[in-house]
């Protein structure tokens, strides 16, 4: 018996055993990727689609294929019941989590960035709230407002840093 790995119509394949396209799945004797046919689609060169996951270049790989007159399709990532969550992580690190109800949240509070200076985010739509948590760092330009909510010295400050300024808004 060999090592199985994958099923086709009910039957295990041998992994590193090619199996035919015409079955619904291909496994390169080469083990570099496996690639499940969609049913209704063909599989000749210039028609097929394809689930594809393997390597490229030490780069794991999940993902769409198609050939040149084959339907583009989407991937979709799933977890599991309500609980679910689909991890994000590199070096070991769990560093996002896109959480069951579709929230997008880093796993360590204040730590990682969306963009950087060479890679902005270009637009940034938001249909309710910007929330900010302010640094309570006390500026060189602190100033007694008297016209603000209330009189006194703002508790922390909003940094806005746009084409190389830094707006400081105050918060009470």
Known sequence: MGLYGVIVNGVPQTVGAPVTAAAGVSVPSSGQTVAVYNAGASTAVTTYERNIVGWNANTAELGAEK???GSARSVRVKAA???GAIILATNGTDNWAVLSGGELQPQSSGTYD???STNAIRDLHINRYLNFTPSTT????TATLT?????GNPTAWIEIK???STCRFPVW
Not at 138 to 141: H, R, V
Not at 147 to 151: K, V
Request: glycine share 28%; aromatic share 4%; no cysteine.
């Open 67 to 69: 050939g040149s007159a």
């Open 162 to 164: 746009a084409a190389g």
């Open 114 to 116: 969306i963009g950087d």
């Open 81 to 83: 019941g309500s609980g």
């Open 138 to 141: 006390t500026f060189a330009q």
């Open 147 to 151: 016209n603000g909510p209330r009189a």
